[in-house]
């Protein structure tokens, strides 16, 4: 039996391993993830009206999350390709004058967990929106990538505190 404290995708002699989840049951999960983008005020009031040079800046953002979670294990090392059923992406001004936030929500009934995709898709969103607006704000960061919540499997449920 694995201890927690174990290192799961190592093997004996320390080499990168993927891990074999071939006899663990197929449940239900679920992940959320966030990702803020910083950017000047008038860069967001740009992107918030639709001004965008390269287009509609949001939707394309939107559908790139979208992507990215469901071609992860393309992306991340020693990540299991999962069978994705859901992917909600949203994309919306924070509170502060000069971030954006994005979020998403990604499911799946399965071995493993969806972390790393719904981490993966708020990433990928952060940086389109990035390339379409570099031409106005090259000042821009994505801040603050971190997971929210996951649901399921063996470690249940986690919560982000704060």
Same mark, same amino acid.
């Given at each position: /039996?694995?201890?927690?404290?174990?290192?799961?995708?190592?093997?004996?002699?320390?080499?990168? %391993?993927?891990?074999? @989840?071939?006899?663990?049951?197929?449940?239900?999960? #679920? !992940?959320?993830?966030?990702? =803020?983008?910083?950017? #000047? +005020?008038?860069?967001?009031? @740009?992107?918030?009206?639709?001004?965008?040079?390269?287009?509609?800046?949001?939707?394309? !953002?939107? $559908?790139?999350? $979208?992507?990215?979670?469901? %071609?992860?294990?393309?992306? $991340? +090392?020693?990540?299991?390709?999962?069978?994705?059923?859901?992917?909600?992406?949203?994309?919306?001004?924070?509170?502060? !004058?000069?971030?954006?936030?994005?979020?998403?929500?990604? %499911?799946? !009934?399965?071995?493993?967990?969806?972390? /790393?995709?719904?981490?993966?898709? @708020? =990433?990928?969103?952060?940086?389109?929106?990035?390339? /379409?607006?570099?031409?106005?704000?090259?000042?821009?960061?994505? #801040?603050?990538?971190?997971?929210?919540?996951?649901?399921?499997? %063996?470690?249940?449920?986690?919560?982000?505190?704060?």
């Amino acid at each position: /039996m694995k201890r927690d404290d174990e290192l799961t995708h190592l093997d004996d002699k320390g080499q990168a %391993r993927m891990v074999d @989840v071939g006899e663990k049951a197929k449940t239900a999960r #679920e !992940a959320r993830a966030r990702a =803020t983008l910083r950017m #000047e +005020p008038a860069t967001r009031e @740009v992107l918030l009206r639709g001004d965008v040079p390269k287009g509609d800046a949001i939707a394309t !953002a939107r $559908i790139a999350g $979208i992507q990215a979670a469901k %071609r992860t294990s393309e992306l $991340i +090392p020693l990540c299991h390709p999962l069978a994705v059923t859901g992917v909600d992406v949203t994309l919306e001004p924070a509170d502060a !004058a000069d971030r954006f936030v994005i979020e998403a929500a990604v %499911r799946c !009934a399965d071995r493993t967990g969806v972390e /790393m995709e719904a981490l993966t898709a @708020v =990433t990928v969103a952060a940086l389109t929106l990035y390339d /379409m607006l570099k031409a106005i704000d090259k000042s821009m960061a994505i #801040e603050e990538v971190v997971l929210l919540e996951k649901r399921g499997g %063996r470690s249940g449920h986690y919560r982000r505190e704060g």
